[in-house]
């Protein structure tokens, strides 16, 4: 018998490979990896550039009042440093008096051009909050155009300041005998009658005098009335009530104002109309250096056309900020101490205090030279003058400026 066998197979394991889901899965997997690595990238960079966390960390805005100081914080490579310390600073534009006899609330900081105003605003507030410091000098200079200042030298007035730069034919600063220049101003000469036209083709009917801001508001409108009563008082400060008032008194004609707002009085300067408005403008050096520094950025070569006159009796303005919260202390801190601000601030034209108060003219000058802009030689024998006691100063200001008495801050506030 035979038996019936049926072939039966052996059951197999199937093995399969990975499904398509998985397949799928495992590229997204790589592609998300790969576009992460972006990210993570320009993660570490900010973290290398101080930029990590900012928009988490926060960011601290003050509010200051400013006079012509306001162009450094309205600086674009200033306010980049200052953002990677998580500041930005709202200004409100206003002269120096104004800084310091107008309401502080709601201010973080002042930051007056010269000394009479932080005088007045750290004396107002003795029993406040106010942190000062001095991060840079700039002098008071006189800005002027080469015919003007050539006609002074054929007259006397003005000679030559070489300095670096190869400037012996079209020297870009000049030393003005303050004596004499003044004395011009007093008689009412007009540029017509000192000879503007015999070399260069100008008329000019208007007096010979050096604009400056409404000298109720402006340090520098101010500052230049001190150099002309320490002159006009014989290279001597006026030191009592009595004084004060003959010197007023004495060289209120020769102080005759347009009264141009202070951020104005540059920008006049620069613009082809401002010749003929105002021959002759009281600024900061610092504001001449910047604009010669924009022009050869953007020309190649500067403004031969513009001219700096150095009074032969020279002050050294020294701006002082001041915190007026805890916050702007932090922000004073920065401006004398962090080498980005410092840098910046040379570059644009002031001479930085070093860690000894003093002003690193040497560098500046080695900045401009570097930049081919001509430096000003020294002029050791530069008398230095000294302003009046702040009372007798506001005295002065008062009497020649006719300006209403100033208000403290506190009376501001009522």
């Known amino acids: 018998m035979t038996a019936d066998r049926s072939h039966t197979e052996e059951p197999r394991l199937e093995i399969r490979g990975p499904s398509r889901r998985l397949a799928l ?13 972006f990210p993570v990238a320009g993660l570490l960079a900010l973290t290398a550039g101080g930029h990590l966390l900012l928009p988490f960390e926060g960011v601290t805005t003050l509010e200051g009042k400013i006079a012509s100081k306001a162009e450094f914080f309205e600086d674009e490579e200033v306010q980049r440093i200052l953002m990677k310390h998580g500041i930005r600073v709202h200004i409100t534009r206003m002269g120096s008096r104004d800084i310091a006899t107008t309401s502080f609330d709601g201010y973080d900081f002042a930051f007056p051009s010269g000394q009479p105003a932080a005088e007045m605003i750290k004396n107002d507030r003795r029993d406040g909050y106010a942190k000062a ?19 002074l030298r054929d007259n006397g007035l003005a000679t030559p300041r070489q ?16 004596g004499k220049f003044i004395d011009v101003s007093a008689r009412g000469k007009t540029w017509d009658e000192i000879g503007i036209g015999r070399r260069h083709r100008t008329t000019n009917g208007n007096r010979i005098l050096a604009q400056t801001s409404n000298i109720c508001e402006a340090n ?22 009595a004084a004060a008032d003959r010197v007023a008194e004495l060289i209120k004609p020769t102080l005759v104002s347009q009264g141009l707002p202070s951020e104005e009085m540059f920008k006049t300067y620069e613009v082809p109309e401002g010749k003929g408005v105002a021959p002759i403008v009281v600024v900061y050096e610092h504001q001449y250096f910047a604009y010669q520094i924009r022009q050869r950025q953007q ?7 513009r001219v700096l006159l150095y009074p032969s009796t020279q002050f050294l ?26 840098r910046r601030a040379m570059e644009l034209g002031f001479r ?30 530069d008398t230095k003058a000294t302003l009046p006691s702040l009372p007798l100063l506001e005295r002065m200001i008062t009497s020649v400026g006719d300006c209403p008495p100033p208000k403290t801050t506190s009376e501001a506030s009522s």
């Open 25 to 37: 899965r495992g590229r997204a997997l790589r592609a998300l990896v790969t576009a992460l690595a």
């Open 133 to 151: 410091r001095s991060p840079f000098v700039s002098p008071i200079v006189l800005a002027t155009y080469r015919e003007y200042a050539e006609t």
């Open 163 to 178: 300095g670096t730069g190869g400037q012996r034919n079209d020297p870009l600063y000049y030393t003005l005998d303050m």
């Open 220 to 241: 520098h409108a101010g500052t230049y009335l001190g150099l002309v009563a320490f002159v006009e008082n014989g290279n001597a400060v006026p030191t009592n009530d």
């Open 299 to 305: 020309t190649g070569k500067p403004d031969a056309e």
């Open 317 to 342: 303005t020294e701006p002082e900020y001041i915190a007026l919260t805890p916050k702007g202390d932090r922000l004073g801190e920065l401006l004398a101490t962090d080498e980005q601000l410092q």
């Open 352 to 381: 930085v205090l070093d860690s000894s108060s003093k002003a690193t003219s040497t560098a500046l000058y080695r900045f401009l030279a570097d930049q081919g802009i001509p430096a000003p030689a020294s002029a050791a024998n």
